[in-house]
Antibody
């Protein structure tokens, strides 16, 4: 079955760039689907960051668009998130997710376990 | 873009039914039939409960049902069970110049 696993630094300094990777097993990301990043600040709700389609096209949250880049490496079967100029407000659990079975843009039935990223000096 | 509006909390007793509302705009819920609902227990990743307004993924209990009218979607849980106590989030496809996804602020369900 499809499984997702986030990885990356748990601590990022203010004004630096947050970089995370989502490793995908059980399915080739080049075959299909949207591959998505979502975050959740401690004690708060979910926020869609953006997505990358299997073709490589990307869509971003308008409120984060100027700072976000999502890319993929089909040879290693992972996709990545870069968020620049981070502040304490970017402290959150970051999830990668997808919908298995069809290219759904807004529904996500497979999630990684999430990784906490803290922005602090 | 604004988040979808959900009540902060709802509660019900075991066996009862509850409904959680999710209000959006003509740019999201009111225009597209792409509303999903997620259940999240503390410390866990969200779980998809409903997609495309009314569809249940395989394995999700038929006690969970979705509906939409105008700019408001709703999730109904019938026959409440203790394990239903969790946070619930709605989301919707949205589009202005480009497509994006908007989430609700979340609703804490307490089973009394």
């Amino acid at each position: 079955q499809v499984q997702l696993q986030e990885s990356g630094p748990g601590l990022v300094r203010p004004s630096d760039t947050l970089s995370l990777t989502c490793s995908v097993s059980g399915y080739s990301i080049s075959r299909g689907y949207y591959w998505v990043w979502i975050r959740q600040p401690p004690g708060k709700g979910l926020e869609w960051i953006g997505s990358i389609f299997h073709s490589g096209s990307t869509h971003y949250n308008p409120s984060l668009k100027s700072r976000v880049t999502i890319s993929s490496d089909t040879s290693k079967n992972f996709f990545s998130l870069k968020l620049s100029s981070v502040t304490a407000a970017d402290t959150a659990v970051y999830y990668c997710a997808t919908f298995h079975g069809a290219p759904r843009f807004e529904a996500f039935d497979i999630w990684g376990q999430g990784t906490l990223v803290t922005v602090s000096s | 873009q604004s988040a979808l509006t959900q009540p902060a909390s709802v509660s019900g007793s075991p066996g009862q039914s509850i409904t959680i509302s999710c209000t959006g705009t003509n740019s999201d819920i009111g225009y597209y039939d792409y509303v999903s609902w997620y259940q999240q227990h503390p410390g866990k990743a969200p779980k998809l409960m409903i997609y495309d307004v009314t569809n249940r993924p395989s394995g999700v209990s038929n006690r969970f049902s979705g509906f939409k009218s105008g700019n408001t979607a709703s999730l109904t849980i019938s026959g409440l069970q203790a394990e239903d106590e969790a946070d619930y989030y709605c989301n919707s496809y949205a589009k202005t110049k480009t497509p994006y996804v908007v989430f609700g602020g979340g609703t804490k369900l307490t089973v009394l």
